[in-house]
């Protein structure tokens, strides 16, 4: 007898994360798990779920050490969650989370679980700081060494240079550059300018400071280390100090991207509960709204497409899979790696060119209404560990929905390795 997956609406019912604080500050002395396991803890505690069993929890991190290699498990285990709770690790560079909440959903949709939790956690500030590939051979060596004569006879082949650490970089092994060089190049095939690019990120600050005065973000923060807002913010910046930040990648009098008008190193955790309805309701839960479509798109970056660009693809596909236009939302979550990717983003998609040649398209997509965008603010402003934006995105996009009580929201996020994740949510 052959069976066949069900597939049924997936709703987004919480929603936490502990405050983002710049790198080497509040959270300096904090490992990923310490980050994952407030969060968890929280989100359970906040909808009565102590030592109950979910179907499944999809965590990861970016950078891990090597302690690391059982996040979700280790976190769940520490989050008040029943302990035959399953845990799985997921890498998808800055998509990892948005990527975990696609996978839970997939799996709520088919019938496999009812319920289940995606998040993510990185620290810049606890980096895991690796010494080079011949001191390793060095300690393998000596590790299976049979005899103490075998043991210590490598060690006669260390010199001072083997103690010389190498940190966790940036730099895409295939192309050589950093993301905020390839960014560079972007910006110069969209003909972008550093005005626009700092009035971006000016107006990601203001609008991250808005909701913060207002208390947007009162219910979906908790705690953590002493601090219970995003440090991150600069409700005081102004064009004129913009202006001053010299270029960070390209050191050329045509360097246009800045630390000013980039997402900051960033600390934090974050996490989302996804539920069937039925779960939901059985448990007096709200439903804050439903996760709909999905798409994840890769392009070539080494030959033929710039590094960040993915998404534009990704929403193109997905878009036409469904029948819907770009201007078809209410609310538009774009991931600020750079105020640079957004912008290219949009013009993209605002193009004819692209459009037909790249996106298979009769017309361009079109432009967006900007008062739509990141109205709470964005990356730039916000900040951005990692493998937590996506959830981060997400809950923000889930509560304007159910604040507004209709509607569409689109979520979108660039990553390392030319990838795009994306996703569509709908007010409950």
């Known amino acids: 007898m052959r069976h066949q997956f069900i597939h049924r609406p997936v709703a987004i019912v919480a929603s936490k994360r502990i405050p983002f604080a710049r790198a080497h500050s509040a959270y300096k002395y904090s490992s990923n798990q310490d980050m994952m396991t407030k969060v968890l803890s929280s989100l359970v505690d906040s909808v009565g779920l102590k030592r109950q069993k979910l179907g499944e929890v999809a965590l990861g991190a970016v950078i891990k050490h090597s302690k690391d290699w059982n996040l979700a498990r280790e976190s769940v285990l520490a989050s008040g ?62 590790a299976r060494g049979k005899n103490l004569l075998q ?46 690019l700092d009035i971006f990120a000016l107006n990601s600050h203001m609008k991250a400071a808005k909701a913060q005065d207002n208390g947007f973000f009162d219910d979906l923060i908790i705690e953590f280390e002493g601090i219970s807002k995003d440090n991150n913010i600069r409700r005081d910046t102004t064009m004129q100090q913009l202006a001053k930040l010299k270029s960070a990648f390209d050191l050329s009098e045509t360097g246009i991207i800045t630390a000013g008008n980039s997402t900051p190193l960033t600390d934090g955790a974050s996490a989302i509960l996804l539920a069937t309805e039925e779960w939901a309701l059985e448990r007096g839960l709200p439903i804050l709204s439903y996760i709909t479509h999905s798409k994840i798109a890769a392009v070539d970056f080494i030959n033929q497409e710039g590094l960040l660009m993915a998404p534009a693809y990704a929403v193109s596909d997905m878009l036409k899979e469904i029948n819907l236009s770009l201007q078809d939302f209410d609310f538009y979550e774009i ?20 459009c037909l040649k790249k996106l298979g398209r009769d017309s361009p997509l079109g432009t967006i209404d900007h008062s739509k965008i990141n109205v709470k603010g964005g990356s730039v402003a916000i900040g951005h560990p990692f493998a937590a934006t996506g959830t981060r995105i997400l809950g923000t996009l889930a509560k304007l929905l159910h604040q507004k009580g209709s509607g569409r929201g689109l979520a979108s996020i660039c990553t390392a390795g030319g990838m795009g994740v994306t996703a569509i949510l709908e007010s409950s």
């Not at 810049?124 to 001191?135: A, C, F, K, Q, W």
């Not at 991931?335 to 692209?354: D, I, P």
Request: net charge neutral; proline share 5%; charged share 25%.
């Open 335 to 354: 991931h600020e790696a750079f105020a640079a990717q957004v912008l290219a983003t949009l013009k993209a998609w605002e193009s004819e060119n692209f």
């Open 151 to 196: 043991k210590a006879k490598p060690w006669l082949e260390l010199r001072p240079h083997h103690f010389k650490p190498r940190y966790p970089s940036v730099v895409e092994p295939r192309t050589k550059l950093s993301m905020g060089e390839s960014m560079e190049k972007t910006a110069k095939e969209w003909h972008l300018t550093r005005e626009n």
């Open 81 to 142: 969650l029943a302990a035959e709770t399953p845990a799985f690790d997921i890498q998808q560079a800055c998509g990892t989370s948005l990527s975990a909440a696609i996978l839970i959903s997939a799996k709520i949709s088919a019938g496999l679980i009812d319920a289940g939790i995606a998040g993510g956690a990185d620290s810049i500030s606890d980096l895991p700081i690796v010494y080079s590939d011949t001191y390793r051979s060095i300690l393998m060596k000596s």
